[in-house]
Structures are given as C-alpha cells and as structure tokens.
C-alpha cells in the first residue's frame, strides 16, 4: 500500500491538531494549569478516557476509500474493532500482518470473487462472526474495513474485486493458483 495525500490527510490533520494542544499545555500559565487541572478531571470519565483514547492512537480516524463502495456499515473506512471469528478473535486471525478476508456460510458464494487473491490475502471462512452486521468483510494490514456485506443485502463481488485490486493489486493468473502439488514439476514461482 502506497500512502497518498488524500488517504494520510484525515489522520494527518488528526496528529497535527493533537500535537498543539499538548504543547499548548505544557506553557506554565495560570490559565493552562486550571485547565490541566479540568482536563485531570475529565479524564475520570470514562467514555472521555475512550474518546481521547481513541483519538490518540488513531483508531477513531475514518479513511476515505478510493472507490465507490456502498456504506453497508459504518466501520467502513475505519478501524474495526476486535470481535470473535469461530473460536478465536479477529485481532489472533491478523497477527500475521497480512489482511485478511472473513465469510460466513451465508456470504460463502463471494469467496470465489477473493480467490485470485489468495496469495496475498489471508481468506477465513466462519461460523461465527461476533458482528451481527457482517456476514464478509475485508480488513487490511493496519485494521482498517476496506470493504463489507451484511447478512440482509447480497455481497457486491465487483465492490469487493475493486477493493482487492486497490489495496493488493492486480489478481494473480489463474495458471498461477494451481495448488503445488498439481503443478508441473518445471514450473517455479
């Protein structure tokens, strides 16, 4: 994956606001250790502690996707927190650093759209998906959904070949995806 202006900016602007205003307080000004102080207090909050934990480690930035894909959950573009896939957990599933494509048995027809992919994506067949509003999704390297289905609309095959092009290019030739063990002998990779 390839940084560019527009997929860095929303994380970027992020830093940058998060940057000026810890230097902002750090001045040693009456006004600034009053509000050091509140900001003390505030951070007893929970749900202010998960904003601003969410804020300082990124997770909470929503990445615009250089295509057109249907906003079938609001995760989309963004990071997707762990739930369980089977008997293990999304984040156990990814600890390998390659992205990762999930299907359950009702979305299982999409798994051939993924296919030619297969070596550089990892693709998980479940069960069970601890979200509710999935049935597949693709997941990139750094967490972020860079395509989904729901259990109540049918998979868009197109939406999710894009996405895999975008992110992994282009697919690998079918003469390629012959398993080792029927592929002629002459043949390396």
């Not at 940084?3 to 830093?15: I, S």
């Not at 996707?65 to 089977?86: N, R």
């Not at 156990?92 to 027809?109: E, N």
Request: charged fraction near 20%; include cysteine; aromatic fraction near 6%.
């Amino acid at each position: 994956m390839r940084p560019t202006r527009a997929k860095t900016a929303p994380g970027g602007r992020g830093v940058l606001n998060n940057t000026r205003a810890q230097a902002a307080l750090l001045t040693p000004t009456p006004q600034v250790v009053a509000l050091r102080e509140i900001m003390s207090d505030l951070m007893d909050i929970p749900d202010v502690k998960e904003y601003l934990g969410r804020m300082l480690s990124g997770v909470g930035v929503r990445y615009p996707l250089p295509y057109d894909a249907e906003p079938s959950t609001k995760l989309l573009g963004g990071h997707v927190p762990d739930f369980v896939v089977d008997d293990t957990t999304l984040y156990a599933i990814m600890s390998g650093g390659r992205p990762v494509f999930l299907h359950t048995p009702q979305a299982s027809a999409i798994r051939e759209a993924a296919e030619p992919w297969q070596d550089r994506v990892h693709i998980v067949p479940a069960l069970v998906l601890g979200r509710p509003d999935l049935s597949a999704a693709l997941i990139r390297p750094d967490g972020v959904l860079a395509w989904a289905a729901t259990p109540s609309t049918l998979p868009d095959t197109t939406g999710l070949k894009t996405a895999l092009h975008t992110w992994f290019g282009p697919p690998e030739p079918a003469s390629m995806m012959t398993p080792d063990w029927r592929r002629p002998a002459s043949c390396t990779l």
